[in-house]
């Protein structure tokens, strides 16, 4: 076994839907796979998720973030992470903010998956002032995760479908970085032809991008962008840099829709990621 070390600890600021696989109920399992704990912030709670299927129940959670806010500051805990992902209301964007001011410290970091557009459309639930919202909560983060019509929104600009070329998919992202004033930036959802698709990472501390792409998966699988947070969070806590973490993000969604698609399931039931674990830790060289 190796030497044991303090286990490292993540702040999981996204919804619980009961049903669909995706934010908590893929975050957590990830993590914890990943040996890491796994502290659960519900921003709302769902029967399903909202993509692509309808009469789901929606139980806003906005009410609860500052009391669970103050107890967990009560008690001194310590994040090496928090990670925020799909927020419940427009005022939870603000609270969300103030959960990043009282638990950041000089040592952990602060990832925002800015959770509300793909296919070039903003999600049903949110309005078009959200993604100005959102760009503000982003400013606090050290790490944006957004998909090219997230980080289309975030910037005021006009969504462009695929395949891009480099020029454009280094431009959002050196915009984004100078813009957000955020020094690492991961956008998803970035191909050159209809063969590829994968990330992109930005370092603006070193003015590296690096591309990381793998065999593209016919149709459009719900939770991935989940699948893909949780695992490069898994990534850098486990001491892997930006790009060799964006990797194994890579490599692990793409290996759960690769499942999904072959047992031919629902695309809008979420992906088979639970049975990609051990290749997961693998690659993490946890196993
Ligand atoms: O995976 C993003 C996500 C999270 N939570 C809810 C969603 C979606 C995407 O549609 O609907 C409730």
């Known amino acids: ?139 606090k983060a050290d790490i944006l995760v957004p998909n090219i019509t997230e980080a289309a929104f975030l910037l005021g600009e006009t969504y462009k479908e695929g395949p891009y070329s480099k020029a454009f998919v280094e431009g959002l992202l050196k915009k984004l970085s100078e813009q957000l004033n955020v020094n690492k930036i991961v956008l998803t959802g970035v191909f050159f032809d209809e063969k590829e698709l994968g990330a992109a990472t930005y370092d603006r501390t070193t003015g590296v991008v690096d591309y990381i792409l793998a065999p593209r998966i016919p149709g459009y699988y719900h939770g991935t962008g989940d699948v893909f947070g949780s695992a490069l969070l898994s990534g850098l806590l486990n001491g892997f840099s930006l790009s060799d973490s964006a990797g194994i993000a890579v490599r692990y969604t793409t290996e759960s829709i690769k499942r999904t698609f072959e047992a031919k399931t629902d695309i809008r039931f979420g992906v088979d990621f639970e049975r990609s674990i051990p290749n997961f830790l693998k690659d993490l060289n946890l196993l």
């Open 1 to 139: 076994m190796k030497k044991i070390t303090r286990q490292k600890r993540v702040a999981a600021i996204h919804d619980i839907s009961g049903f669909g696989k995706c934010s908590l109920t893929v975050a957590l399992p990830i993590l914890s796979a990943a040996g890491i704990e796994a502290a659960a912030l519900p921003t709302a709670v769902l029967s399903t998720h909202t993509g692509g299927i309808s009469g789901f129940t929606y139980r806003d959670l906005t009410d609860d973030i500052r009391p669970f806010t103050e107890h967990w500051y009560s008690l001194g805990l310590h994040f090496d992470a928090i990670y925020s992902g799909f927020l419940g209301s427009f005022e939870q964007l603000d609270l969300v903010g103030e959960f990043f001011d009282k638990f950041k410290t000089d040592d952990n970091l602060i990832l925002v998956d800015p959770v509300m557009a793909d296919n070039g459309e903003m999600y049903k639930i949110f309005t078009p002032d959200f993604a100005a919202g959102m760009a503000n909560l982003c400013r």
